[in-house]
T-cell receptor, first 112, second 114 residues
């Protein structure tokens, strides 16, 4: 699976958009980008995933660059409850693709 | 929808004792995963099952760890004998079968081995 690189921490003001970057320069053409988050003392929670097109759901938007070497998770109006560690994960459709390999993630702190 | 259920939520035991962690996946989910989270190593996959069959146990740290899934609605992770370095939060997750289905995580079991 391709490796990902994320900043260790970020801050965001409540009500503003939070933009979390992820680099995955070795991603293959058939690998998906997934985002999960983990709020303190809870299990990880799925947010969104995409292949090459931008995606949006009720939680967030995912913007993937045209060369697919990086992506950005956007929380449009961050709240205090969005304070969490956000993990960017690349998944391959090959054998063992059910596995999620978590890196260190980005600790997002939303400030009042 | 009860989500993934894990028990106990907290376990404190002494070194050398046997520890059994339990997980009930979401009904209808055919894949089940056991993860361990520590400050040092982060979140790491220990083992996962598809249709009750272990598929990949390469993350199981050593022979002291074993996992079973006797039926579609129950799985156990056993540590025997336990050691202080096994102290961690253990998460169980389940998903529908397939490469791209999201995994739903349980609340975790916080294990402390004294």
């Amino acid at each position: 699976d391709a490796k990902t690189t994320q900043p260790p921490s970020m801050d965001c003001a409540e009500g503003r958009a939070a933009n979390l970057p992820c680099n995955h320069s070795t991603i293959s053409g058939n690998e998906y980008v997934y985002w999960y988050r983990q709020i303190h003392s809870q299990g990880p929670q799925y947010i969104i995933h995409g292949l090459k097109n931008n995606e949006t759901n009720e939680m967030a938007s995912l913007i993937i660059t045209e060369d697919r070497k990086s992506s950005t998770l956007i929380l449009p109006h961050a709240t205090l409850r969005d304070t969490a560690v956000y993990y960017c994960i690349v998944r391959s459709p090959q054998g063992g693709s059910e596995k999620l390999v978590f890196g260190k993630g980005t600790k997002l702190t939303v400030n009042p | 929808d009860a989500g993934v259920i894990q028990s106990p939520r907290h376990e404190v035991t002494e070194m050398g004792q046997e520890v059994t962690l339990r997980c009930k996946p979401i009904s209808g989910h055919n894949s089940l995963f056991w993860y361990r989270q520590t400050m040092m190593r982060g979140l790491e996959l220990l083992i996962y099952f598809n249709n009750n069959v272990p598929i990949d146990d390469s993350g199981m740290p050593e022979d002291r760890f074993s996992a079973k899934m006797p039926n579609a609605s129950f799985s156990t992770l056993k540590i025997q004998p336990s050691e202080p370095r096994d102290s961690a939060v253990y998460f169980c997750a389940s998903s529908l079968p397939g490469a791209y289905n999201e995994q739903f995580f349980g609340p975790g079991t916080r294990l402390t081995v004294l």
